[in-house]
């Protein structure tokens, strides 16, 4: 046989192809999405209940069939057998239909919900009407488009999750951090609200594990008269969302590293590894791109910090009688705490930070001008020439719909599935800036066993060019690392762990390995 | 400005370029015919089976080499003259150099077969025979049974990438127990288990007498020496590496399997070195081989003789002996020395755990007199490099190890750990009593 007759089959040979359980449970979870996208044309097919019960399970079923399908015969283990054959995970046109279709879906999402069927004085239709029954079942109130979203969301990360602890079941680490997410979506971000909702109506919608700065509207005016007039249950909650951010999620990451966020905890997170888990290996690791991340990351933070002073700002009073915060407090107290923060950065972590000192500094005083400049310019409505209403909105359009949600989820088939938490998201680059300077998590590189191979970086979801620090012995201590642990997951010689120790040696830079002429290595790594 | 030419762009000449880079500003050239950039040999088999592309099997950037002033030459060098100090190139050019280092790796082992250079024959060694196994093996229909020759560890990743795309596989291995040559028997024969957990057609104790040619010159068939007739379309020649150094043997420097070198090395000719798998030591260094065809020891030799040539002499003084691989599903890690039944001293002793269930296995080597703690063979567990490395530098004996073996785990967080199991079989065979103590941070980290 010559051995040139290359196959010309349309259905890809093996690992490419999918076996026939696997057709078979893409029929069975497109049949569900087709009913969904049949509600969009408002056909009327009868019983809501009924027909979305049986879409929902359609594509938990389909879903579940698939993983069965693909992973139950094999042995336990890596599982990336073509992963750069298959069109859907290499950019091919799989991918890019995906692409387009979710893109699409969140440009209507987020800006045109009356065509999902949502009727503000009325009676939902098409899709959105689909979902009432469920909604009024848990909170007693039609669905929202946000419903329609929450409710996929939660089916998405369920049906994902367990097709990604069936994927690592040789992996405890994988499977406890995606019980994990999965949990924290379907309590956290789905029954717990909607429940509250129903318990107390004037509650605004609160994920409790959502913490500002990646819940920006969390500190808005509505919210906050909502939480104080719903007594001590509203109170708690206000105060929590302080708490989180000073207290418990410094503490947490200082034990674990950001990882108890963003790969445990989060609600985007969770998509990501889930949904997002056939992608992770788009993200870009080139130092271009990660130079792009840190300006973009940390030039959000500064946006959201801004506009969230601003806004509160904004509907604080300047009597101290009526309320003990009024305006210059406020704007004092921020001045203060970023000021001690920049501070104890300058004077004990200014080494580890090396260039980047200079880029904080320049953002550090960016933001104190500016307070200082509201103290003066501006009056209740105005922040400067814009009114804080239009910085609030501005950074819900750019950030909030149109990064997190358009870029970064209708994306993943392009860009990799960590595009918003990487270039985007503020809570990730507060707690990374964490995660760099105070915490005891590293990823410990085992002495000179690398083998420069580059699984490792080429499925880290955050484009961190792992395989540059593993071959030369160094511990990788990156702000952007979500601790995902699929590094040492897909590590074929067993050299990366990740795990939390004492702060002293966690930054090991090392030319000479271990294993060499022990003088050598004392020469060359101690300079 | 002196003139350093490495012929080789692998681990070791990579290795050495940027050692000297960091400590010189001499001009640096790397001449490869293989690849233009350098990439990292040992994950080929993940571009055929779809883990990576070949861009991730890239370590550096393509900016990094000018950024860093290495030149790199796309060349075959045919004839290296030493009295001239000029390298001739295929295509006609030649090159000058003031340091010429030879570090251009090994090719497949060929032992004579009958029909070994026929089509669809081929080893698994450099960037073109990846390629060549994707014109020859791209997918179950057009090999139809792929046949390799050769158990060792590229032979069992050459079995496992066909088997990624579900071609059949026949592995003939000529041990009675696959890579029985290095490993003990209880590991050995859990290897072999593994194997045909697989769907491998494994084939002990077998070895290749001929392969047979179809019309147009392709293997159709292999012959064993238990008679048999295989058919199949690809044979895998993976019965180990000899250096890649055919075209040195008019250049006068000495020549044994490899490139002689000393401890320097140093070739018998000034101003010429040898490094990585290429090199060959005048004795063996402790109880390694004069010729070692590893990742590690290449990378090591480029990092000592950067030393050398940028004026501070500095021995190839490798510390203890460690490596790693994997079989199949199977990681295998391996500190101090374990040496198989074939191999071991009389004076070697050893103590093998096993799990019930899960490939999970290790051996530990020690003196039977002394019960110094000689070496570890870990499967399906990670171990600390650095604690082992130091343990055996203070000579321990095996009773602390396995007191303080937590510490060693380095298995990913939440893993069930097998220790007390270990240890309280250790404790029976051995008539001891000993308590593993907990994992410590602070003993740990007062290593690392």
Known sequence: MGNFDRSMSLAGEPPKALNMGQKLAVLTGMTGMGILILQLFNLNLGNSALWLSVAILAIFAGIIWFSQAAYAHKHKGIKNDGVWFKSMSSRGVLAWMAGVALTGFYIVLYFYPEYLGLVKDGDNTGLIALFDPLSKALSGNPASQWFVYGTLYTVAILAFGAKFIWKYRHNKYEQLRTVSVMFFQTAFAFFIPEIMARLNGDLPYYDLKNMWPLNYYNFERYRVNGFIDSGSVGMTMLLFGIISIFVISPFLTYKYGKRWYCSWVCGCGGLAETAGDSFRQLSDKSKFAWKVERWVVHSVVVFVTLMTTAVIYSYLGNDTSKYWLTKTTFLSGVAVILTAVFAWVMIYKREELEKDAKYGAIGYFTIIAVLIGMHFFSDSGNIFIFKAETLRSTYSFLIGSIFSGVIGTGFYPILGNRVWCRFGCPMAAVLGFQQRLFSKFRITTNGGQCISCGNCSTYCEMGIDVRAYAQKGANIVRSSCVGCGICSAVCPRGVLKLENGPEKGRINSKDVLLGNDVDLMDLVNKK | ?448
């Not at chain 2, 220790?419 to 980290?445: C, L």
């Open chain 2, 1 to 448: 400005m002196e003139h350093i030419v490495i012929i080789g762009n692998g681990i070791s000449g990579v290795t050495l370029a940027r050692h000297i880079r960091k400590l010189s500003e001499k001009r640096i050239t790397i001449i490869s015919a293989e690849s233009e950039y350098f990439f990292s040999r040992t994950a080929l088999m993940y571009v055929y089976m779809g883990h990576m592309k070949f861009e991730h099997i890239q370590p550096y950037e393509n900016w990094f080499w000018k950024k860093n002033r290495i030149e790199l030459v796309n060349g075959f060098v045919e004839k290296v003259e030493t009295e001239t100090k000029k390298l001739l190139l295929k295509d006609g050019t030649s090159l000058s150099y003031d340091k010429l280092i030879v570090a251009t790796g090994s090719k497949p082992n060929k032992f004579g077969w009958p029909g070994q250079d026929l089509k669809g024959v081929q080893g698994l060694y450099s960037k073109q025979d990846l390629e060549m196994l994707e014109k020859n093996a791209p997918n179950n229909k057009v090999c139809n049974r792929a046949v390799i020759v050769g158990g060792g560890l590229i032979g069992i990743e050459m079995a496992e990438m066909l088997r990624s795309r579900e071609i059949p596989v026949t592995f003939l291995v000529r041990e009675k127990s696959f890579w029985n040559g290095v490993l003990p028997t209880g590991e050995s024969a859990m290897i072999n288990e593994h194997i045909l957990e697989h769907h491998i057609d494994l084939r002990l104790d077998t070895n290749l007498e001929k392969i047979i040619a179809d019309d147009n010159g392709y293997a159709k068939a292999v012959v064993t020496d238990k008679g048999e007739t295989i058919e199949c379309n690809v044979v895998g020649l993976t019965a180990g590496v000899t250096p890649n150094i055919d075209f040195l043997k008019d250049s006068g420097i000495e020549l044994g399997r490899g490139v002689k070198v000393n401890r320097f090395l140093e070739t018998n000719i000034k101003d010429v070195y040898a490094i990585g798998d290429c090199a060959e030591q005048h004795e063996g260094i402790g109880s390694r081989r004069p010729i070692e065809a590893v990742w590690y020891t290449g990378r090591m030799m480029g990092e000592a003789l950067a030393q050398t040539l940028c004026g501070n002499p500095m021995k190839y003084n490798p510390g203890h002996w460690f490596n790693s691989a994997k079989f199949l599903d199977v990681e295998y890690q391996t500190y101090g020395w374990v040496f198989s039944e074939r191999s071991k001293k009389d004076t070697e002793q050893h103590f093998h755990w096993r799990h019930p269930v899960e490939k999970i296995c290790i051996t530990v080597a020690l003196n039977k007199d002394s019960h110094q703690f000689l070496g570890i063979n870990t499967f399906g567990i990670r171990m600390r490099h650095e604690i082992f490395d130091q343990w055996l530098t203070e000579n321990r004996d095996v009773d602390h190890v396995m007191t303080y073996l937590k510490d060693a785990n380095f298995d990913p967080e939440f893993y069930k750990l097998h220790e007390d199991e270990i240890v309280a079989k250790y404790n029976a065979d051995f008539n001891k009593n000993i308590n593993p103590k907990k994992k410590s941070w602070k003993r740990i980290f007062s290593i690392a």
